[in-house]
């Protein structure tokens, strides 16, 4: 065996290599329906991968894209794709074909794996279809749908030591501003960054552990939840493909018993619910919840306490971050606040000039750590008004008090997320516009009874009579066009936008006209 390079550093190894973690090969790492994977197990998938990968012809750099459910694939896979110096490109399983086509094409995939049930989002077009090669895995058998003898065989494996922490490894892409989405590139480097600020010393993560997140892998958060944290901690990773109910969430916990969950609010509100309308909900198994995605309304953090006397601990990452920077900690936490500086990163709140707001001000979040990302793909000057100095503009408004806990007051640009999943007003509206009796539409965050943020629109009607059967018909419309979580849960019709001197719809004028919450 070659030692080590010192300055030679890659993914792989750091999870299933032999300087690993303290545990040893046969134990468990992922439990996945009726299957235990042991961690040597996972090393011979990851690298029976590998090997076909680089059958394909992919060669350090190229991006390999994954449409794969929350799977023991899509570990080995991931694992396989940056072991050879690839950068590997989770694409969200829910997202509309034409995004996925933008991904692959913008990414310039060289090479996409494919559930066999996602196949259809998958349908490659133009350019990038001549240089983008589809590898199909059956959803039920999780076997590869072809012929191992279509791939080029007997391709040596390479050593994993053509990467050093600062050599690219994946690519995610997030639709936070408006437009279209964009890549968020992440380094080596900064996962490990995020295991040793966030997953040891503020989760206190061990070998003892069994972790589930209901956000998937495709996602920075679910990344780190189920892949990153529990591999390098030597904790069980409980996997599920499946989207589900709160009434099978909470039969999954009581019998996979996990001890760590990860969830955004809206979950937590859900399992609450269930729990109200006389579902059964054990927790018994859990020491730890965490909340992320968007902000945790304090009601529903002290409901669930009393609940179940759990604490959940509510911090905010963000893909640009790839996990927790500001976060509550077990015996420090208030409720409504996102929590205080993880140790390893540095948080300022500034005003437009960049200068550092007073004590109790409002200002914008930039956050400086180790696991900042290196650049949004191709979008130069996007990531210069994004980075500066090392310090990432996160776009987020906070408040933070003289104990050093922040409190989210909102985006400084006009998007939001619902559901923990980023809408932007403009898509949204521009569907809305696209029905004949619409003339004008704004879309605006609004709080729904429970605290927590839904899409409401504001229209300007062309024709018809403004009504309930017209409210109906346009949310009809939208939801034939668009997402779920991205349809307007309310309409308010109105006389004329306000608008600025250049034109632009005065969205915080509609923000702030939505006091009294009326009906949907
Ligand atoms: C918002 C929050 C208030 C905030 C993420 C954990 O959500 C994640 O990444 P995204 O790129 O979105 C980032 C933006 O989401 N946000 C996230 N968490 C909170 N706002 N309180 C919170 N607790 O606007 C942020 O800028 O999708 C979350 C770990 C990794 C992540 N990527």
Redesign the pocket.
């Known amino acids: 065996m070659m030692s080590a390079n010192p300055t030679r550093f890659n993914l792989f190894n750091y999870f299933l290599g032999e300087e690993g973690v303290a545990q040893t090969a046969d134990t468990t790492v992922i439990e996945f329906r009726d299957r235990r994977i042991s961690r040597d197990e996972l090393r011979v998938e990851a690298e029976c991968w590998a090997n076909r990968i680089l059958g394909y012809g992919v060669t350090q750099g190229d991006r390999i894209a994954l449409l794969l459910y929350d799977s023991p694939e899509f570990i080995a896979c991931f694992l396989a794709a940056v072991s050879i110096g690839a950068i590997c490109v989770p694409i969200n399983t829910f997202l509309p074909a034409h995004d996925v086509a933008f991904i692959l094409s913008d990414s310039g995939a060289r090479l996409l794996i494919v559930e066999s049930e996602l196949e259809d989002k998958a349908k490659v077009s133009g350019e990038a279809s001549a240089s983008c090669t589809i590898v199909k895995l059956d959803s039920q058998s999780r076997s590869l749908l072809c012929s191992e003898s279509d791939i080029g065989a007997d391709t040596p494996h390479l050593p994993y030591d053509t990467t050093t922490r600062e050599t690219p490894a994946f690519l ?1 892409y ?1 639709s ?1 501003s408006t437009g279209a989405p964009k890549g ?1 590139l992440h380094l080596h480097g900064s996962v490990p960054f995020t295991v040793e600020s966030y997953a040891a010393n503020v989760l206190h993560l061990t070998g003892e552990d069994r972790v589930f997140s209901s ?1 998937r892998m495709f ?7 189920s892949l990153s944290f529990p591999l390098a901690a030597g904790a069980v990773v409980l996997l599920e493909p499946e989207r589900m109910s709160a009434g099978r969430l909470a039969r999954f916990i009581e019998d996979r018993k996990p001890t760590v969950f990860f969830g ?2 809206a979950v937590y509100l859900s399992l609450l619910e269930y729990r109200w309308s006389g579902g059964r909900v054990d927790l018994s198994s859990v020491r730890l919840c965490v ?6 309304p304090g009601r529903i953090l002290e409901d669930w306490q009393r609940e179940f006397g759990l604490t959940t601990l ?11 920077f ?2 509550n900690r077990e015996r420090n936490s208030r409720a409504g606040s ?1 929590g205080t500086v993880v140790e390893g990163y540095e948080a300022r709140l500034v005003d437009e000039t960049g200068a550092e707001v007073r004590a109790d001000e409002l200002g914008s ?1 930039w956050v400086r750590g180790g696991s900042a990302f290196a650049g949004y793909w191709n979008r130069a000057d996007l990531t210069e008004q994004t980075i500066r100095d090392g310090w990432v503009r ?3 408004i906070y408040q933070r008090d003289d104990e050093g806990f922040f409190y ?1 007051v909102g ?1 400084s640009d006009d ?3 619902v559901r ?3 809408v932007s007003p403009i898509e949204v509206e521009s569907v809305l516009i696209s029905h004949d009796y619409v003339s004008e539409a704004a879309v605006v965050p609004a709080i729904d009874d429970n605290g927590l943020a839904t899409a409401l629109a504001y229209v300007v009607i062309r024709q018809g009579e403004r009504g309930d059967a017209l409210r109906d018909e346009i949310c009809k419309f939208a939801g034939s066009r668009l997402p779920q979580y991205k349809v307007p849960s309310r309409i308010e019709f109105i006389e004329e936008m306000p608008r600025t001197a250049t034109g632009k719809i005065q969205r915080y004028k509609l923000r702030a006209c939505d006091t009294e919450g009326t009906q949907g």
């Open positions: 995610l997030t936070g968020v956000s996602f920075a958060y679910g990344l780190g939840n955004v609010p909340s992320a995605g968007e902000a945790l509510d911090g905010i990452g963000s893909t640009e971050m790839l996990h927790i500001i976060s996102s979040l996160t776009g987020d989210h985006r998007c939001f997320k923990g999943l980023w």
